[in-house]
């Protein structure tokens, strides 16, 4: 038999994963006190095997959703420092073999013939 307990951290799992999924990333900050409560309260609770395979899943699944944000979050700042870098200037090898970097922005004042 389901706890209330249980039945109210099971909630709380599936707001966490709507809010991963949705980017809310403050609002996990928030959550976290409150999923600590429930841990604890779950923990004096008596639960079947069911119960705590089903804990089990949807904890693993909130897991891998962090796990693939946070990935993705690594994937952008390096797609952003690649910009970064080009923007800075375009590398490539002169003449006597040496890397040389030429830059790609236009100066703000151009003379004209």
Same mark, same amino acid.
């Not at 830059?103 to 703000?108: G, V």
């Given at each position: 038999m389901s706890s209330a307990a249980y039945n109210a951290l099971m909630t709380h799992l599936s707001q966490e994963r709507e809010a991963i999924r949705k980017a809310g990333f403050a609002r996990l900050d928030e959550m976290a006190g409150k999923k600590e409560d429930l841990f604890l309260q779950v923990a004096q609770a008596t639960l079947s095997n069911a119960e705590l395979s089903r804990l089990?899943?949807?904890? +693993?699944?909130?897991?891998s959703l962090l796990a693939a944000a946070i990935a993705g979050v690594?994937?952008?700042q390096t797609r952003l420092a690649a910009l970064d870098h080009v923007r800075a200037g375009l590398s490539v090898y002169d003449q006597s073999g040496q890397m040389a970097t030429y830059?790609?922005?236009?100066? +703000?004042i151009e003379k004209k013939a």
């Open positions: 089990k899943q949807a904890i +693993d699944r909130n897991q690594h994937a952008a830059p790609t922005t236009k100066p +703000d």
